[in-house]
Protein backbone atom coordinates (compact mmCIF):
# COMPACT_ATOMS: atom_id res chain seq x y z
CA UNK A 1 0.00 0.00 0.00
CA UNK A 2 0.89 3.69 -0.52
CA UNK A 3 0.89 6.34 1.73
CA UNK A 4 0.10 9.57 1.62
CA UNK A 5 2.88 11.62 2.96
CA UNK A 6 2.61 14.70 5.20
CA UNK A 7 5.21 17.05 6.93
CA UNK A 8 4.02 18.64 10.09
CA UNK A 9 4.76 21.93 11.17
CA UNK A 10 6.98 21.12 13.85
CA UNK A 11 9.37 18.45 11.57
CA UNK A 12 9.61 20.97 8.83
CA UNK A 13 11.01 23.67 11.84
CA UNK A 14 13.55 20.73 12.24
CA UNK A 15 14.80 20.38 8.91
CA UNK A 16 14.91 24.40 8.37
CA UNK A 17 17.08 24.51 11.20
CA UNK A 18 18.99 21.54 10.30
CA UNK A 19 19.78 23.12 6.84
CA UNK A 20 20.19 26.46 8.56
CA UNK A 21 23.30 25.54 10.83
CA UNK A 22 25.04 23.88 7.58
CA UNK A 23 24.51 26.91 5.30
CA UNK A 24 25.35 29.82 8.10
CA UNK A 25 27.17 27.85 10.57
CA UNK A 26 29.20 25.54 8.41
CA UNK A 27 29.22 27.63 5.44
CA UNK A 28 28.62 24.81 3.73
CA UNK A 29 25.59 24.81 0.73
CA UNK A 30 26.74 21.69 -0.73
CA UNK A 31 26.05 19.65 2.53
CA UNK A 32 22.90 21.56 3.21
CA UNK A 33 21.85 20.61 -0.44
CA UNK A 34 22.67 16.95 -0.14
CA UNK A 35 20.54 16.98 2.83
CA UNK A 36 17.30 18.01 1.03
CA UNK A 37 18.31 15.41 -1.68
CA UNK A 38 18.16 13.29 1.30
CA UNK A 39 15.59 14.13 2.84
CA UNK A 40 13.28 14.16 -0.50
CA UNK A 41 14.32 10.45 -1.52
CA UNK A 42 13.69 9.33 1.89
CA UNK A 43 10.27 10.76 1.90
CA UNK A 44 9.64 9.04 -1.47
CA UNK A 45 10.87 5.82 0.14
CA UNK A 46 8.43 6.30 3.39
CA UNK A 47 5.94 6.65 0.31
CA UNK A 48 6.31 3.20 -0.55
CA UNK A 49 7.19 1.46 2.83
CA UNK A 50 5.83 3.27 5.71
CA UNK A 51 3.40 0.42 6.95
CA UNK A 52 5.86 -2.04 6.72
CA UNK A 53 8.51 -0.60 9.31
CA UNK A 54 9.05 -1.53 12.81
CA UNK A 55 7.45 0.61 15.74
CA UNK A 56 9.82 2.60 17.66
CA UNK A 57 11.44 0.64 20.93
CA UNK A 58 10.68 3.17 23.21
CA UNK A 59 7.55 2.57 24.99
CA UNK A 60 5.98 5.69 25.11
CA UNK A 61 6.66 6.39 21.26
CA UNK A 62 5.12 3.24 20.53
CA UNK A 63 2.10 3.38 22.59
CA UNK A 64 1.41 6.85 20.67
CA UNK A 65 2.31 4.87 17.14
CA UNK A 66 5.33 6.36 16.31
CA UNK A 67 7.66 4.35 13.36
CA UNK A 68 11.13 5.70 12.61
CA UNK A 69 12.47 5.56 9.00
CA UNK A 70 16.70 6.69 8.48
CA UNK A 71 17.52 9.42 5.77
CA UNK A 72 19.48 7.04 2.98
CA UNK A 73 23.03 8.85 3.19
CA UNK A 74 23.13 11.12 6.19
CA UNK A 75 22.52 10.34 10.46
CA UNK A 76 19.24 11.98 10.38
CA UNK A 77 16.04 10.14 10.65
CA UNK A 78 11.99 11.38 10.61
CA UNK A 79 9.95 10.19 13.62
CA UNK A 80 6.01 9.58 11.64
CA UNK A 81 3.08 7.96 12.40
CA UNK A 82 -0.04 6.61 10.34
CA UNK A 83 -3.42 7.33 10.16
CA UNK A 84 -5.44 5.52 7.69
CA UNK A 85 -3.78 5.84 3.93
CA UNK A 86 -1.31 9.11 5.03
CA UNK A 87 2.18 8.81 7.07
CA UNK A 88 2.65 11.96 9.04
CA UNK A 89 5.85 13.14 9.98
CA UNK A 90 5.99 14.71 13.27
CA UNK A 91 9.68 15.15 13.73
CA UNK A 92 13.50 15.09 12.25
CA UNK A 93 16.05 14.29 14.38
CA UNK A 94 19.93 13.76 13.98
CA UNK A 95 21.42 10.29 15.23
CA UNK A 96 22.91 12.11 18.09
CA UNK A 97 20.36 14.04 19.90
CA UNK A 98 18.46 12.68 22.83
CA UNK A 99 15.21 12.76 20.96
CA UNK A 100 13.39 10.25 23.47
CA UNK A 101 13.37 12.98 26.18
CA UNK A 102 13.10 15.86 23.47
CA UNK A 103 9.21 14.51 22.62
CA UNK A 104 8.89 14.08 26.91
Known amino acids: M ?3 VMISEDAEKDLD ?3 RYLLFEKENEQAARNLLEDFELTKQNLFHVAGS ?3 CTNPRLKEEGYKRINFATHRYFMLYRIESDKAII ?3 FHQLQ ?3 NRLS
Open 17 to 19: NFV
Open 90 to 92: DNI
Open 53 to 55: LKD
Open 98 to 100: DYE
Open 2 to 4: DYK
